[in-house]
Antibody, heavy 121, light 108 residues
Framework: DVELVESGGGLVQPGGSLRLSCAAS????????MDWVRQAPGKGLEWVAR??????????EYAASVRDRFTVSRDDSTTSVYLQMNSLKTEDAAMYYC????????????WGQGTLVTVSS | EVVMTQSPVIMSVSPGERATLSCRAS??????LAWYQQRPGQAPRLLVY???TRASGIPARFSGSGSGTEFTLTISSLQSEDFAVYYC??????????FGQGTRLEIK
C-alpha cells in the first residue's frame, strides 16, 4: 500500500527555519512528481511546492507566497521528499501535507497525514 | 491564476437525501477538475478526477459532472460518513493549481 509519512513539524519563531521530511513507500517513488500542500488552521488547501522526477530533471516549482524562502528536494535512494523552510512567517503556520501527483494530471491521489508547523514568538 | 469558487459554503442535508455541491472556475479548465473529501482530523481524500471519473475505491453514490467552468459533485444518498468538507481543484492551467475554498456538508 502507498504510504506517505511526514515529520519535522513543530514550533518555530518568526524568521526561523524548519525542515520537513516525507518518507514514501509502497510505490515506485522515482517515477512520480511529489508536492507539498498546506492548510492553515480552519482554512482551505494551498499548494506550496513541487519536485518533478529524474526524467524531468528534478525541476521544481513554488507558490508565489513561499518562493525564495522554501526549497523542495527529493532523494530517490531513500524515497524521501523534503521541504526546507526559511524566513518563516506567522502566515506559514499550517498543517503541511506530502502528496503524490497522480502522473495522469496535476491532482493528488495519495496524501500523508500531515505535520503541523506553528510559527509564533 | 484560476479562481475556484464553491457553493454553498455550508450545506445542511439529512441522511439518505441527495446533496449537490457546485464549483465554478474563473476561466475554462476543460475537464481538469478534481474533488476531494476531508473528514475532521483527517487528510483530504481524492474522490473524482477528470471532472467525472471516480477514484479507486470511491462508492458509486459519488458522481461528478461538468466541464469548462461549471462543475457539480453529487452524493446520491448521504451516509453518516459523508458529512465532511469537500474541495474542488483545477489542474488545467498548470501553474499554479488552485483549490476552491470548500463546502462543509453538515447533518440537518
Amino acid at each position: 500500500d502507498v504510504e506517505l509519512v511526514e515529520s519535522g513539524g513543530g514550533l518555530v519563531q518568526p524568521g526561523g527555519s524548519l525542515r520537513l521530511s516525507c518518507a514514501a513507500s509502497g510505490f515506485t517513488f522515482s517515477g512520480y512528481f511529489m508536492d507539498w500542500v498546506r492548510q492553515a488552521p480552519g482554512k482551505g488547501l494551498e499548494w506550496v511546492a513541487r519536485v518533478r522526477n529524474k526524467d524531468n530533471r528534478y525541476t521544481t516549482e513554488y507558490a508565489a507566497s513561499v518562493r525564495d524562502r522554501f526549497t523542495v528536494s527529493r532523494d530517490d535512494s531513500t524515497t524521501s521528499v523534503y521541504l526546507q523552510m526559511n524566513s518563516l512567517k506567522t502566515e506559514d503556520a499550517a498543517m503541511y501535507y506530502c502528496v503524490r501527483d497522480s502522473s495522469i494530471g496535476w491532482y493528488y491521489d495519495y496524501w500523508g497525514q500531515g505535520t503541523l508547523v506553528t510559527v509564533s514568538s | 491564476e484560476v479562481v475556484m469558487t464553491q457553493s454553498p459554503v455550508i450545506m445542511s442535508v439529512s441522511p439518505g437525501e441527495r446533496a449537490t455541491l457546485s464549483c465554478r472556475a474563473s476561466q475554462s479548465v476543460s475537464n481538469a477538475l478534481a474533488w476531494y473529501q476531508q473528514r475532521p482530523g483527517q487528510a483530504p481524500r481524492l474522490l473524482v478526477y477528470g471532472a467525472s471519473t471516480r477514484a479507486s475505491g470511491i462508492p458509486a453514490r459519488f458522481s461528478g459532472s461538468g466541464s469548462g467552468t461549471e462543475f457539480t459533485l453529487t452524493i446520491s444518498s448521504l451516509q453518516s460518513e459523508d458529512f465532511a468538507v469537500y474541495y474542488c481543484q483545477q489542474y488545467n492551467n498548470k501553474s499554479p493549481i488552485t483549490f476552491g475554498q470548500g463546502t462543509r456538508l453538515e447533518i440537518k
